[in-house]
């Protein structure tokens, strides 16, 4: 092994949710800032999960389990960080709504990212109800992000939202 085997230009120069940032100010341009797109920290679950918890099987015995652990999960990479984001827009005089567009999640590592979408621009997207995608680039993630902010869906829908903007705007001017 020598460094011929290894390149060091920088090609995803940017984190997950700095692209998304950087895609979605095509929104607020091309809305006239009447709808906003934001990246916010997220603290939550981003995909469907289970829970479980204890209970007793009579007053005075606890019910217990028995757990595997799979020594694969203590094998490989170890992250000590985990950066979760909400994708959504907002609408200039609506201080409540939210129109929650995707998570995003990633360690690290920036790349590959998990990005989880609302299913209608995930079939907008990739034509498949496949909602939750590894992405794997910076350039695949600006792809995503354009095919989706220029999709049916999303035009349909910021022109619903300007439309209210603009109703809400003109309701408080009287």
Known sequence: ??????????????????????????????????????????????????????????????????????????????????????????????????YRMMFIEYDDISYPVKVVLKEELAVEYNGKRNYILQIKSMAELEEMMNKIINSNTIISLLQSLIYEAIRHENNLSK
């Open 1 to 98: 092994m020598n460094k011929d085997c290894f390149n060091f230009e920088l090609i995803d120069k940017f984190t997950p949710d700095v692209v998304i940032k950087n895609s979605l100010e095509q929104v607020k341009e091309a809305t006239n800032e009447y709808v906003i797109g934001n990246v916010e920290e997220y603290n939550g679950k981003i995909d469907s999960y289970t829970k479980t918890t204890p209970y007793p099987l009579s007053i005075n015995i606890p019910r217990q389990e028995t757990v595997y652990i799979d020594i694969q999960e203590n094998l490989g990479a170890m992250h000590s960080q985990k950066n979760k984001f909400e994708v959504f827009l907002s609408v200039k005089g609506l201080d409540h709504y939210k």
